[in-house]
């Protein structure tokens, strides 16, 4: 069986085979490795690979995987069949693109430092949020120019808004 | 005046709720929880044995409303109100109405709890008492010269801190003449929020400072102890992060001598019940008044692991008006103790609050470890309050011992679904600097200012053979949305049943 995943921006496909004496051995980047597994819970795997154990802790969502090894966590997408690998995986956080600013977290806009159509430079703070009682300043990612303001002091945003858009100074 | 305490109000949420309704509990006590709107399934409530809602989740509507909490304490018959750290435990206002209606405060008396909570006056009466302090100004000022002239005096950095306030909201470092303004506003403005004045004051910001601070109990009739010192010079964003005792920085003289300073402090300000008095120790060891901290402090359990006093339980007995009966002769410290606390923030974002359901918690356990936690699996971390989510505290015999059991524990601490900064935390303990006990206040932003979230690396095959086997064969009971409809883990083992690999 074939398993496309992916971690970090980066793709890996899993071969996982298993012998006529009930062995599963996996193949990653031309390594491969024995395993054996239990599930112990719902959450919870006992998982030996070349003879090393690790208990594993799992939680799925969709089609992502949060996976918790021995204080190591990682968030492996589930790209699904080979038809599918490329396509942006359903429920990734949407990060801050080159023109919009999203708000980082849930919380309370204090202040917004910027007004409409002045220039920026990198990291220049934008905006200030509130959120768990502390004031969290949100930078701008690159140099430019306001092109929006989609939200005012004391307003409510969610994980993901777009607050900010910015687009490019004009060259002279 | 002795009197039986049956009942107590827990005026505070979260983890050190929970600590208050666990001591309520041993005690025979009735535990009375408050709750928000967004709290309506915390632990805290759950735990109690009685739960009101008090309100939206707007902490002025419900854990700061001075009104409706006291109206709750005396309606539900309660005889006293615990107020945990944060939100109302060191407003005198709150102490004062308390004791103007009856009901006892856990903590100092209101008058204390006013001087010591205006930092510039007791600062004032500290110096006029001989106890050594920082050069800083004698009153707060609105005037943006004013603040400008005495910086200059002093000489940068300084550090523009609220009058009203302690927990690092509203205080700022400034290294330069030109951050001075912004700097002001934005201590102001955290002021304003936090603690309702936003008035502000310059001190001189001393360079690699040690943190070290005396827990103090005193009983009503003036007998005075102290239980030693902790370190927290472990701090990020003016907020400790790790702390423990006792401390490397202190000898038997140094630690005899700034004991014996935090009980003056306690005497001069008249105070009762449990606090702190925090000081900073600079390089050349010499020691100087802070602050009272007039409350439960987060880091608290150190000192119990470390002297073997059950702190909230010795301020409920102090509040009810027994006399102290421990005597500072027959106090020691026993082995090391050192506490992390879990923050639900995300490293790998900027430390920004990570918010949202929490899949699965696993704590861990074993010998000489401590969780003092207010989350469980299935529980959503509300973005309203503080991002603590829990503290995991190990003791051992040394600190050597207590280090790599911390590493161990904090290994094992399983919190999938948000973000936590238990890697972070990881790193830290393990630093070589850490290790040797070389700290300071600015540790964080020496040694990890430029510090990124390390690669799964060698447990990345891991990861992926255990997406895999999720994807091959999922266990019965794990829906896809399995966490989201749990509630507590024990209550899947109901569902679920042993099922063999595919090997058959």
């Known amino acids: 069986m074939e398993f496309n995943f992916r971690h970090n921006d980066q793709n890996f496909v899993v071969t996982v085979q298993k012998s006529a004496d009930g062995q599963f051995s996996a193949e990653i980047d031309g390594r491969k490795l024995p395993f054996e597994y239990h599930w112990i819970s719902p959450d919870c795997l006992w998982l030996v690979i070349d003879n090393v154990l690790h208990t594993v802790f799992v939680s799925q969502q969709g089609k992502n995987y949060e996976v918790f090894v021995r204080g190591n966590h990682s968030e492996i997408a589930d790209l699904g069949s080979k038809s599918q690998v490329g396509r942006t995986v359903a429920g990734e956080i949407r990060k801050s693109t080159e023109n919009i600013i999203f708000a980082p977290m849930p919380g309370r806009i204090l202040k917004i430092l910027v007004k409409k159509n002045q220039p920026v430079e990198n990291n220049q703070p934008l905006f200030i949020l509130e959120s768990m009682k502390m004031e969290n300043e949100v930078q701008s990612p690159r140099e430019g120019k306001i092109a929006r303001i989609n939200f005012k002091a004391n307003d409510l945003v969610s994980l993901g808004d777009p607050i900010i858009e910015l687009e490019n100074l004009l060259e002279k | ?504």
């Open chain 2, 1 to 504: 005046m002795v009197k039986k305490i049956k009942k107590i109000l827990v005026a505070n949420r979260g983890e050190i709720a929970l600590r208050v309704v666990r001591a309520c509990r041993e005690l025979g006590i009735q535990s009375v929880a408050i709750y928000s709107d967004a709290d309506r399934h915390a632990l805290h409530v759950l735990a109690a044995d009685h739960a009101v809602n008090i309100g939206s989740p707007e902490p002025k509507e419900s854990y700061l409303n001075i009104k409706k909490i006291v109206e709750c304490a005396k309606s539900l018959k309660c005889d006293a109100i615990h107020p945990g750290y944060g939100f109302l435990a060191e407003n005198y206002h709150f102490a004062q109405q308390c004791e103007k209606e009856g009901l006892i405060f856990i903590g100092p008396n209101s008058r204390a709890l006013r001087l010591v909570g205006d930092k510039l006056r007791s600062r004032q009466i500290m110096a006029e008492a001989g106890i050594p302090i920082i050069p800083g100004m004698n009153s707060a000022d609105s005037n943006i010269k004013n603040l400008q002239d005495f910086a200059r005096k002093v000489g940068y950095p300084v550090i523009v801190k609220a009058s009203g306030g302690g927990g690092g909201k509203g205080m700022r470092i400034v290294h330069k003449p030109s951050e001075l303004v912004s700097s002001i506003e934005a201590g102001r403005r955290e002021a304003k929020s936090a603690f309702g004045d936003d008035t502000v004051y310059i001190e001189k910001y001393l360079e690699k400072p040690r943190h070290i601070e005396f827990q103090v109990l005193a009983d009503n009739y003036g007998d005075v102890i102290h239980l030693f010192e902790r370190e927290c010079s472990i701090q990020r964003r003016y907020q400790k992060i790790i702390e423990e005792s006792p401390s490397s920085a202190l000898d038997v003289k140094l630690r005899t001598e700034m004991g014996e300073i935090a009980k003056k402090v306690m005497v001069i300000s008249h105070y009762n019940n449990a606090g702190t008095v925090e000081f900073l120790l600079d390089t050349s060891k010499n020691f100087y008044f802070l602050e009272v901290n007039a409350r439960i402090q987060v880091e608290h359990p150190v000192t119990e692991m470390v002297v073997g006093i059950d702190l909230v339980k010795q301020q409920i007995r102090l509040a009810g008006g027994e006399k102290l009966k421990l005597k500072q002769k027959d106090l020691n410290q026993r082995g090391h103790a050192i506490e992390c606390r879990i923050y639900a923030e995300d490293p790998e974002n900027n430390f920004y609050p990570s918010i949202g359901r929490i899949h699965l918690v696993k704590e861990p356990v074993g010998p000489g470890i401590r969780c003092d936690s207010g989350i469980y699996s299935g529980w959503e971390v509300p973005f309203h309050y503080d991002p603590i989510l829990s503290k995991l505290i190990v003791w051992d015999e040394n600190r050597e011992g207590a280090v790599n059991r911390m590493a161990s524990a904090l290994s094992e601490y399983v919190i999938l679904g948000i973000k936590t900064q238990i890697q972070f935390l990881m790193e830290v303990i393990k630093h070589p600097e850490f290790r040797t006990a070389r700290l300071h206040t600015h540790f964080i932003k020496d040694h990890f200012s430029d510090w990124r979230p390390k690669e799964i690396g060698d447990y990345l095959p891991v990861a992926l053979i255990a997406s895999a086997i999720i994807k091959m064969e999922k266990p019965v009971g794990s829906k896809e949305t399995v966490s989201k409809s749990a509630l507590s883990p024990w209550q899947l083992f109901g569902k679920w049943e042993f099922m063999s690999s595919i090997k058959k």
